[in-house]
C-alpha cells in the first residue's frame, strides 16, 4: 500500500510520527464516457467562460462565488497558510466509550502505521486503548478539511476513522414520525420471534456482490461473442392480507428452512436464453449452421411427430343417416 499522509500523533505530551493509508477500496467496474455508435472516447477540457481558450492544470485555482456573483480566488499558497495545527497532526481530545459513537458519524477509515521512531509509544498507546475498551476523540485535517476522528484498535494496529461534523447530518422530518401509529403486541411479539429466529453471527465474507458479478458477466460475455443466459422472473408470491397474515407466513418460512447468505429463496425454473445483443464479435459461420441443422431437426422432429398423431388419432364416426343411405345402396346393387 501507499502512503496518503504523514504526521504525528499528539498524545498528551508524546509525539508519535506515523503514516496513514486508506483502509478501504471500492470495487466497481470502471467504465468510459464513450461515443455510442463508434466507440471512441469522450474527452472533457477546461474552457475559461471569459475567453474561451483552453486552461492548463497549473492554472486552476479554488474560487469562492459570492451572492453578487463576484468570485473569490483562493491559490495553493493561500490554502497552504490556513493556521490549522492539525494539517500535520493528529490531536487526540479525550477518551470515551465506544458505545457512545453513533455510527452515522462514520466518514472513512484509514490504517494507521507507526515510524520506526514511533514504535515504542504507539504499541503503548494500543495496548492502552485495547485494555481500557475506550476510544480516543481526536482533531486532524485530511485534504484540506479538518474533521472529527477517533483512534480504535483492530488487528493489532491503531485505525483512525473520520467523523462527520454534527449539523452535517440531515434531520429526518417525516410526517409520520408526528403520527400515533398503534401497534398490537400480538404483532409484536411475532415480530420479536422472527427477528430471533433469523438472528446470526455475522460474517462478512459469507455475502458477496451479486451486481458487480452480474455486470462482470455481462462485460465477459460481449469480449468473447456469446450470448448471456438472462434467468426467468419467478412469479410473484399472493400478497397477504394483513401484517398479522404477513408476520404468520415470514415466521413459518424461517422456522422450515433458515435462508443463508447467497441462497436463493424460492425454487427457480431453467432460465429461458435471451441474448443481449450489441456483442462484439460475431458468431462464427460454422456455429451459424450447426443452429440451423438444430432448427431442420427440431422441425422434422415436429413434422414426424404430428404424422404419428394423426395415424394415431381413431376415426370420426359418421352419423346415422349416411350410414342408412349407404346400406341401401348396396341392397339396390345386389338386387339388380
Known amino acids: 500500500m501507499r502512503s496518503m499522509w504523514k504526521g504525528a500523533i499528539s498524545f498528551g505530551l508524546v509525539m508519535i510520527p506515523i503514516k496513514l493509508y486508506a483502509a478501504t477500496e471500492q470495487k466497481d467496474i470502471a467504465f468510459r464516457q464513450v461515443h455510442r455508435t463508434d466507440g471512441g472516447r469522450i474527452r472533457f477540457r477546461r474552457i475559461c467562460s471569459i475567453d474561451g481558450q483552453e486552461v492548463p492544470y497549473e492554472d486552476v ?14 491559490t495553493d499558497e493561500d490554502m497552504a497558510e490556513l493556521p490549522l495545527p492539525t494539517t500535520r497532526s493528529i490531536e487526540v481530545l479525550h477518551f470515551m466509550p465506544a458505545e457512545q459513537l453513533d455510527p ?15 514504535a515504542r509509544a504507539y504499541v503503548l498507546l494500543r495496548d492502552s486503548l485495547e485494555r481500557s475498551g475506550k476510544v480516543a476523540l481526536a482533531l486532524v485535517a485530511l485534504r484540506q478539511r479538518e474533521s472529527l476522528a477517533t483512534l480504535r484498535t483492530r488487528d493489532g494496529l491503531l485505525v483512525l476513522e473520520t467523523l462527520l461534523w454534527p449539523d452535517e447530518i440531515r434531520i429526518p422530518a417525516f410526517p409520520f414520525l408526528e403520527d400515533d401509529v398503534e401497534v398490537r403486541s400480538q404483532e409484536l411479539k411475532m415480530a420479536e420471534s422472527l427477528i430471533e429466529s433469523m438472528t446470526v453471527d455475522f460474517d462478512p465474507d459469507s455475502y458477496h456482490d451479486g451486481y458487480r458479478e452480474a455486470l462482470q458477466e455481462l462485460v465477459n460475455a ?59 464479435k460475431a458468431r462464427g459461420a460454422g456455429g451459424a449452421r450447426t443452429d440451423e441443422a ?4 427440431a422441425r422434422d422432429g415436429e413434422a414426424t411427430t404430428g404424422t404419428a398423431k394423426r395415424a394415431q388419432r381413431p ?21 339388380s
Open 104 to 118: 452515522i458519524l462514520l466518514n472513512r477509515s484509514y490504517f494507521v502505521e507507526p515510524e520506526s521512531a514511533g
Open 294 to 297: 438444430r432448427d431442420g431437426e
Open 222 to 280: 460481449k469480449v468473447e461473442g456469446r450470448q448471456v443466459v438472462q434467468p426467468e422472473i419467478p412469479a410473484e408470491e399472493v400478497e397477504p392480507t394483513s401484517l398479522a397474515d404477513a408476520l404468520k407466513a415470514s415466521l413459518a418460512a424461517a422456522r422450515e428452512a433458515p435462508r443463508q447468505a447467497g441462497t436463493v429463496k424460492a425454487e427457480v425454473k431453467a432460465p429461458s436464453r435471451r441474448a443481449i445483443t450489441g456483442s462484439t
Open 61 to 74: 485555482a479554488k474560487g469562492y462565488e459570492l451572492p453578487t456573483g463576484e468570485m473569490v480566488v483562493l
Open 315 to 335: 376415426a370420426a364416426k359418421r352419423p346415422a343417416k349416411e350410414d342408412a343411405a349407404s346400406a341401401q345402396s348396396k341392397s339396390r346393387r345386389r338386387a
